[in-house]
């Protein structure tokens, strides 16, 4: 029948809408994935810093197409051009839809007044690793720094982002701290638009 249904049918993937869709993805099918990038980039490598440096590399180009999937979704094509908005972006919306609910803490820091930081209790990445004693310091929350970094140096906002084991009394697992320390272009600005 001509003209019952306005089903439109899309020939090619670069034509279909950016809607919202379906964003749930199995945990059990990111682990995996996950742990196979861990895997294939430790064989890569020679020590833990480095390891850390390519998973940071994977997340900031994770984080540079989070931007922009969601400064299209969300904002109408608009980008926070504030120090506290594009963080207070990433510590509810960008965690949000990555991790499902909101990171657990957003703090200024107390010695430098270029460093903010963003506290999560049971960080996913690090949820399912379990790392041996000769790899002790390694950190998976790299890759969430990476993703954290790509967000806020495609907004314009250069940072050094990286993540931290802190220590919580009481936990058998210590809480995950993405740190964020400005470059000092950012805090002149900022200081400028007052």
Known sequence: ?????KIKQYTNVLE????????????????????????????????????ERRLEDAGFAVGA???????????GNRRETRLLGILSFVHSTVWKVLFGKVAD?????????????????????NRFISIPKDMGAFNCGAFVAGIVRGVL???????VVTAHFVPVEGQQRPRTT??????????????RLG
């Open 105 to 125: 803490s957003l703090e200024k820091g107390t010695e430098h007044e270029d460093e903010y930081m963003i506290s999560e209790k049971e960080l996913l990445v």
């Open 1 to 5: 029948m001509i003209g019952v249904g």
């Open 153 to 159: 140096e495609n907004a314009g906002f250069p940072a």
């Open 16 to 51: 279909r809408p950016l809607s919202k869709g379906k964003q749930e993805v199995s945990l059990s099918g990111f682990a995996f994935l996950f742990s196979e990038l861990v895997q294939y980039n430790q064989t890569q490598v020679d020590n833990i810093t480095e390891l």
């Open 65 to 75: 197409r989070i931007l922009e999937l969601l400064c299209h979704r969300e904002k």
């Open 178 to 191: 993405i740190l964020i320390k400005f470059a000092e272009e950012v805090l002149r600005r900022e200081a």
